[in-house]
């Protein structure tokens, strides 16, 4: 796991010191190593976290046969393409996966993208026709940014970096509309004016003979079949399947650990994970409120496996005092992160550089209660008289408004929006027209098929992908820590989108399927209690020791004072949830920044 950046110009002369500022400015996610390359046009830098082979025989940017790579992330499989690429007659001169993108590439190409199965963003030089890749993972697990126009082409693995090309980058002019909707900055949209995220399972193409030319190509697929209509079948696929996956996910020559929260997902991470390795490191983080606490169900998994535990206790002096760290790490505004925040600080005390860790299970397996009601909000008659009602109805149902919408985003919002338009004009002091202009004219590409398994796609793709992981990332690097999401492995996503949708998306109970794959590991108490996610006590620190700070802020912040004053009320008398609190305090930050 690494940084890496780049700048690549026909016009110009490059200036390196820049660019070694931009790569040192992301020294955290980095912090074992450092390389640079120079060519003709172009530089590129990078920052290694040293956990697949630790010698400098992996020392990036990887030159090899005029093909040169800064790389990000981890290819689970690489040691199977290496058997296949030797065979080929390809040799190889360390153990790193870096070496066999190379290979890869030169035996098969731009076919050779989709053959790779793990985490992964770089930055592939071919010095034999002037050509630069761009390529990004199939779940869009690491991060890869990007600016160009005709002459010119920058990238970095995080948002920071840009500023070291240009202290004075220009933000985006609709970032707070975006946040306040979202509670994120949704992709390929980011914080500065013209920088884009490269789409997951995609190649972006750069001839750079005169003009930069773009060509954006999309290598990973799923095959939708549902071809596996048997329960039986369908249990032993993820049995197998989710085995195989964990055990790729803890390849690695440095320290590794897991994070357990007490719930299906990470708990059953661990319970697998005991298979092939004996000596597992466990880590979770607890609170004093024993309503958010899960330390019964982290303990009795600890207990099962005889795992090395660290249990990290949180308070919320903690939190108040790490808030400046924890807006640094943030890259970009985002609602949550705060926990994984705490858990990398863990890991990273622990001595540990990966971690698995449990997302996409409630996704891919219907474990939230979006999937139940986004599949009566589909079903939904006459949404846009709904929509014009939506101010009428109780404050739990408002976000019904979204509904006015003509794209796929207005399910999401509903489902899991934030601030209504109204709201966010009243909190920019803009007109709530303009802000229901912007947000008709966003895209979302969503296939056409049932409503569950719209839900799921929506909660992949907008929840997990824009949130979840971008969060996860920097919080994790952040602390020099490599985060593994085995649930989004590439084969066992192939696996498992090939069951029958009632069976995958069970109604009878969340999870249901994913549970009675492993009934015999997963005790009753995990597998059949009442979801609690994997959350802090924000409410209570934020009533309790917040409401100065939270005014502070907002007195000195463009932001409608009254509205502000009205919603900590609100939050006061139980009305409202806290995350509204805390999106205003990171946009307060943010835009002050």
Request: hydrophobic share 40%; charged share 25%; proline share 3%.
């Amino acid at each position: 796991m690494c940084r890496i950046v780049g700048v690549l110009s026909t016009q110009k002369k490059i200036e390196t010191s820049i660019v070694e500022k931009m790569r040192d400015s992301l020294s955290h996610g980095g912090p074992d190593d450092c390389g640079f390359y120079l060519g003709k046009n172009i530089a590129m830098g990078h920052r290694r976290l040293s956990i697949i082979d630790l010698s400098q025989d992996a020392h990036q940017p990887f030159i090899a046969d005029d093909i040169v790579v800064v790389y990000n992330g981890e290819v689970y499989n690489f040691r199977e393409l290496k058997l296949l690429l030797e065979k080929e007659g390809h040799h190889f001169v360390s153990e790193s996966d870096t070496e066999v993108i190379i290979k890869a590439y030169l035996e098969w190409g731009e076919d050779s993208f989709e053959k790779l199965h793990g985490m992964f963003a770089f930055a592939l030089l071919d010095k034999r026709n002037n050509t630069l890749y761009l390529v990004r993972d199939h779940s869009g697990i690491k991060p890869l940014y990007f600016y160009y126009d005709d002459h010119e082409l920058i990238f970095a693995s995080e948002i920071r970096a840009f500023y070291h090309y240009d202290a004075q980058w220009k933000k985006s002019d609709h970032w707070q509309e975006l946040f306040l909707s979202f509670g994120h900055i949704p992709e390929p949209y980011t914080i500065l004016h013209n920088v884009h995220m490269l789409a997951k399972g995609t190649f972006c193409k750069f001839n750079m003979n005169g003009k930069i030319i773009k060509q954006q190509h999309c290598y990973a697929q799923f095959d939708f079949s549902e071809a596996i209509t048997d329960y039986d079948t369908a249990i032993a696929t993820v049995r197998n399947s989710l085995q195989n996956a964990i055990e790729r996910h803890l390849i690695s020559d440095a320290p590794l650990g897991i994070f357990l929260s007490g719930g299906i997902d990470s708990s059953l991470i661990a319970l697998v994970a005991k298979q092939f390795k004996s000596d597992l490191c466990t880590l979770s983080i607890v609170f004093d409120d024993s309503s958010y606490s899960e330390e019964k169900y982290q303990q009795m998994i600890v207990d099962k496996i005889s795992s090395k535990h660290t249990a990290h206790k949180i308070t919320y002096q903690d939190f108040f005092e790490s808030l400046p760290d924890i807006f640094q790490k943030m890259d970009q505004p985002t609602t949550d992160g705060v926990n994984s925040y705490f858990v990398s600080r863990c890991a990273q005390q622990a001595g540990l550089k990966a971690v698995l860790a449990g997302i996409g299970g409630d996704e891919l397996f219907a474990g939230y209660t979006t999937f139940g009601h986004g599949e009566k909000l589909l079903n939904l008659f006459l949404p846009k008289l709904f929509a014009k009602l939506g101010l009428l109805l109780p404050h739990n149902l408002k976000r019904l408004t979204f509904l006015q919408l003509n794209n796929p985003y207005r399910y999401y919002l509903v489902l899991r929006g934030f601030f209504r338009p109204d709201e966010i004009a009243m909190l920019l002091g803009k007109s709530e027209k303009s802000i229901w202009d912007f947000l008709q004219q966003l895209e979302l590409e969503t296939p056409r098929c049932s409503p569950r398994n719209y839900i799921s796609h929506l909660e992949l793709d907008l929840y997990m992908k824009n949130q979840l992981l971008r969060d996860s990332d920097v919080m994790g690097m952040g602390h020099s820590l490599e985060i593994r999401v085995p649930f989004l492995d590439a084969s066992f996503l192939k696996d498992i989108f090939c069951i029958e949708e009632h069976l995958r998306l069970s109604k009878r109970f969340p999870k249901c399927l994913l549970v009675e794959s492993f009934a015999d590991l997963l005790p009753k108490e995990v597998a059949y209690r009442k979801k609690q996610g994997f959350v802090v006590p924000f409410a209570r620190w934020l009533q309790d020791h917040g409401r100065e700070s939270f005014h502070d802020k907002v007195t000195k912040s463009a932001l409608n004072d009254k509205f502000c004053t009205d919603l900590w009320t609100k939050f006061v008398q139980g009305k409202i949830h806290w995350s509204k609190i805390w999106a205003i305090w990171v946009l307060c930050e943010y835009t002050d920044s």
